[in-house]
């Protein structure tokens, strides 16, 4: 009690004239003031008093740019009117810190913040999902994303986008689908989303393509987790370039409504362009995309950057195309040096539909796409190496094209499973695939001649990464060698030069690109490409894929029996690790596996060395292999019962007990019946890819013990797996090492809150139009009070029940519940550890 006294009796003798004297002093010596208080206007001004403050430069900046900013000038009257009345009263400014002024300029206004809540679904905040073992969306940690609400500064910093703005005189027409409009020599325009894209006239450069007028029509995707394509005019008619931009309802924007990750993605709010060019339209017409003349258009303020490239880079690109048909080129470098985006402007290059280059060389043999990235592959899912032979370019990031099955854009050539995302667990396996795939390159040129090959390597360029890379670059038979970074390191720089050399191949030093701000980790784009694989359709007789929004827990699944008279599935491997037969049902349940197709029951690494017969016939290997893939022909695909037609495996005992047979190496487990395919010391050894190829991946959803059967769902199509098995191969699926599907498991909760809030809205809508005198049945649907109150109980039950699954645990991450939480944590007792004598942390006690 006394010393609480003695503080108070020592800050009481201060009047309010010594006090503001006292901080007048503080100021000067630490910095002068930038505003001048209204009391001591009528003294001598203080010598800074026609400097601006940093809220006022940027106004005036803004204003002669021709930006209209009224908020932001009654905003700093608001602030001077404040900054007046705290000075005429000293003492309860005293309390208050003053505010510091800051770069980032002065916060949106009211109306702003409700226009940013209120853009569209993918602005309002989602519970996030944590699994058991540390696995989910937590926003907070620093391997997930960064959404534009942690980081203001960024995201609300105007960046220049198009070069072009619209007016009456470029808008040739415009309606609640399409906007044609004239784009000036040597300018660009900026669209978010996603749209089809029509050249009418001139020529267009997008994403390294020259797009020349025609009837094709290209599908263009531009998120804002990737730097934005941009069109620009290079050849132009009577002074400009005319295009023709249209909606598109491919359906992946309704993949928000299964996971966050696809959520701020597209375009949001009308931006003025598209309020100039849907004036006859209603005000709530939205199209599938918005121009963007800066990044202050943005409804959702999200950090914005055009796709531009370096001169290098476009140099390199137009020496490399002059190679055409010879071009032959492996592109390596670190990670994020941007190896995917160089190779995406390089394939659009050399795929550009121009009726004749500079070097009189028209591509009619398409190009072959060499992807080694297991990580990130652009036409696949993760844990693949592919060939792949496209025939037009592609305009999007990887989740936007991962498969071409049934795609106008390519065909798969051949795919190798590896079963994990970096190749350095087993290079062995891998470089084995690298060549295999070579060798369907060069089968590929006898029937396309002048078909040119780009090789994507990995960011695995250290150690024996390097190793690979050089003894590719003496093997392959290439023309060039890019290297994306001009940092080197020396000890990567020399011997990959030093191979090039001994190759005769010249070696390109590219500096690299990396993007200063990314919204998406390399694993969150992982799980968005898997996520789009898997929901994506390519439906007969349409030429663009479309997205289903159906959660894969409704998903009708394959029943494919693995015992029995009609087995379908001739064995199961686990990579990367030895396992117990009988824990192969817990790691087989609930994981991504590979659907490799054995074409020969040599596909055992090791037995392909064997004596072949000499007589050219089969031998008794090979009729083995055919009758066992006949005998699971009947895979079932349909969920219907079906009979064998065909001789079982069991029917040739002389064969099944060769010791080299894939049967030979089968364990069935006890409880199960599973078989087990296990070949090798320590881990499985995979299957040799001279006698198999991957037709894609699956998802076991169960393990159907009683009836011997699996669940899986897979976007393979049927007719492929047939005729896999009518040439003769057996099924295997492979269980290797990627990501844990746990977007999979979320799926029906995020589908069962967007459910919720959807009916939620329609009852909104349907209550404000009645209380404005309007007919409720308009927007409710023609639904009754009573009816009404079921659904939302049933929507609500929906949200409990999947929201109470294993594996995943809700967290509520609202705004109030945040608040909740931190006054219980101030409110805890905090106790401090007492360090035991002699231990480290003594001293700091």
């Known amino acids: 009690m006394k010393r609480k006294a003695d503080k108070q009796a020592a800050a009481a003798p201060m009047s309010a004239v010594a006090a503001r004297k006292a901080r007048q002093q503080q100021a000067q010596t630490a910095a002068p003031p930038a505003k001048p208080s209204k009391p001591e206007t009528s003294g001598e001004p203080p010598s800074k008093k026609a400097r601006r403050t940093p809220e006022e430069e940027e106004e005036n900046s803004v204003q002669a740019a021709g930006v209209d900013d009224r908020r932001q000038t009654r905003r700093s009257t608001r602030r001077k009117t404040e900054d007046s009345k705290a000075q005429s009263t000293p003492e309860k400014k005293a309390k208050a810190?003053?505010?510091?002024?800051?770069?980032?300029?002065?916060?949106?206004?009211?109306?702003?913040?409700?226009?940013?809540?209120?853009?569209?679904?993918?602005?309002?905040?989602?519970?996030?999902?944590?699994?058991?073992?540390?696995?989910?969306?937590?926003q907070n940690d620093d391997d997930e994303y960064e959404s534009p609400a942690d980081t203001p500064a960024l995201a609300q910093e105007e960046f220049p986008l198009s070069r072009?703005?619209?007016?009456?005189?470029?808008?040739?027409?415009?309606?609640?689908?399409?906007?044609?409009?004239?784009?000036?020599?040597?300018?660009?325009?900026?669209?978010?989303?996603?749209?089809?894209?029509?050249?009418k006239r001139g020529v267009i450069s997008l994403m390294g393509a020259k797009l020349h007028p025609s009837s094709r029509v290209y599908r263009v995707y531009a998120p804002s987790t990737h730097s934005l394509p941009v069109i620009k005019c290079v050849a132009s008619v009577d002074g400009a370039a005319e295009i023709e931009v249209k909606s598109c309802h491919s359906g992946i924007y309704r993949l928000r409504d299964l996971s966050p990750l696809y959520q701020r993605v597209w375009n949001g709010k009308n931006t003025a362009a598209d309020k100039l060019t849907l004036k006859k339209e209603p005000a709530s017409t939205r199209r599938t995309f918005s121009v963007l003349y800066t990044s202050a258009d943005d409804s959702l303020k999200r950090h914005l950057r055009p796709l531009h490239l370096e001169k290098q880079w476009s140099s390199a690109i137009k020496s490399l195309s002059q190679r055409g048909g010879r071009l032959k080129t492996l592109i390596c470098g670190p990670k994020a040096s941007g190896k995917s985006t160089f190779s995406r402007y390089l394939l659009n290059h050399l795929l550009s539909p121009a009726p004749q280059t500079e070097?009189?060389?028209?591509?009619?043999?398409?190009?072959?796409?060499?992807?080694?990235?297991?990580?990130?592959?652009?036409?696949?899912?993760?844990?693949?190496?592919?060939?792949?032979?496209?025939?037009?370019?592609?305009?999007?990031?990887?989740?936007?094209?991962?498969?071409?099955?049934?795609?106008?854009?390519?065909?798969?050539?051949?795919?190798?499973?590896?079963?994990?995302?970096?190749?350095?667990?087993?290079?062995?396996?891998?470089?084995?695939?690298?060549?295999?795939?070579?060798?369907?390159?060069?089968?590929?040129?006898?029937?396309?001649?002048?078909?040119?090959?780009?090789?994507?390597?990995?960011?695995?360029?250290?150690?024996?990464?390097?190793?690979?890379?050089?003894?590719?670059?003496?093997?392959?038979?290439?023309?060039?060698v890019v290297y994306m970074s001009e940092k080197g390191p020396t000890e990567v720089i020399e011997p990959l030069g030093q191979a090039a050399h001994e190759a005769m191949v010249p070696l390109t030093i590219l500096p690299s690109q990396p993007t200063d701000f990314v919204s998406r980790s390399s694993a969150q784009l992982r799980t968005m490409q898997m996520q789009s694989y898997f929901h994506l359709n390519h439906a007969d007789g349409i030429s663009n894929p479309l997205w289903l929004d159906q959660p894969l827990s409704h998903t009708r699944p394959f029943r494919v029996s693995y015992a029995g008279p009609n087995q379908g599935i001739r064995g199961i491997m686990v990579m990367g690790s030895q396992i117990d037969p009988d824990l192969l049902h817990d790691v087989l349940d609930g994981a991504l596996v590979g659907v490799v197709a054995v074409e020969s029951p040599r596909a055992i690494l090791g037995e392909t060395d064997r004596e072949q017969p000499t007589n050219g016939a089969p031998d008794a290997e090979d009729e083995e292999m055919e009758n066992a893939s006949h005998a699971g022909s009947d895979v079932n695909m349909d969920d219907d019962?079906?009979?064998?037609?065909?001789?079982?495996?069991?029917?040739?005992?002389?064969?099944?007990?060769?010791?080299?047979?894939?049967?030979?190496?089968?364990?069935?487990?006890?409880?199960?019946?599973?078989?087990?395919?296990?070949?090798?010391?320590?881990?499985?050894?995979?299957?040799?890819?001279?006698?198999?190829?991957s037709l894609g991946l699956a998802l076991v959803r169960s393990v159907d013990v009683p009836s011997r059967r699996l669940e899986l769902v897979t976007p393979i199509a049927g007719s492929k797996i047939r005729q896999a098995l009518e040439h003769g191969s057996g099924i295997v699926l492979v269980r290797g090492q990627l990501d844990n599907p746990n977007w999979a498991?979320?799926?029906?909760?995020?589908?069962?809150?967007?459910?919720?809030?959807?009916?939620?809205?329609?009852?909104?809508?349907?209550?404000?139009?009645?209380?404005?005198?309007?007919?409720e049945k308009a927007a409710g649907g023609g639904l009754d009070p009573a009816t009404r109150a079921r659904v939302s109980a049933a929507l609500r039950d929906r949200v409990r029940r999947a929201s109470n699954v294993p594996w995943m645990t809700v967290v509520d991450d609202s705004r109030r519940q945040r608040e909740a939480a931190s006054q219980r944590e101030k409110s805890l007792w905090k106790l401090r550890k007492k360090a035991y004598p002699g231990s480290e942390s003594e001293g700091d006690w």
């Open 97 to 138: 810190p003053a505010p510091k002024p800051t770069e980032q300029g002065p916060p949106p206004s009211a109306s702003q913040d409700n226009e940013n809540e209120g853009a569209s679904e993918e602005s309002d905040e989602e519970d996030a999902i944590v699994g058991e073992n540390g696995i989910g969306s937590v």
């Open 164 to 199: 072009t703005r619209l007016n009456k005189s470029n808008i040739v027409y415009s309606d609640e689908e399409r906007l044609c409009v004239r784009i000036k020599d040597k300018m660009s325009l900026v669209l978010l989303g996603h749209y089809d894209l029509w050249v």
């Open 359 to 480: 070097t009189n060389y028209y591509n009619t043999d398409g190009v072959a796409f060499l992807d080694l990235d297991p990580g990130q592959p652009e036409f696949s899912p993760m844990g693949q190496v592919y060939l792949a032979h496209l025939r037009s370019p592609v305009f999007g990031p990887p989740f936007s094209h991962p498969s071409l099955d049934g795609s106008q854009t390519g065909t798969m050539v051949r795919a190798h499973h590896i079963g994990a995302t970096s190749p350095k667990d087993d290079p062995d396996h891998y470089m084995l695939a690298a060549m295999d795939l070579m060798d369907r390159y060069r089968a590929l040129l006898a029937t396309y001649p002048q078909c040119s090959l780009i090789i994507n390597y990995p960011g695995w360029i250290f150690g024996l990464g390097l190793e690979v890379a050089t003894w590719l670059v003496r093997s392959l038979g290439l023309s060039d």
């Open 641 to 693: 019962e079906a009979e064998p037609t065909t001789p079982k495996p069991q029917d040739h005992p002389s064969t099944t007990t060769t010791p080299s047979s894939i049967d030979a190496n089968i364990t069935r487990t006890r409880n199960e019946d599973l078989p087990y395919l296990f070949v090798g010391a320590g881990s499985c050894t995979p299957l040799d890819p001279r006698a198999s190829h």
């Open 745 to 775: 498991v979320s799926e029906e909760y995020h589908g069962a809150r967007a459910a919720e809030k959807r009916h939620r809205e329609s009852i909104d809508k349907a209550r404000k139009i009645q209380s404005q005198g309007g007919e």
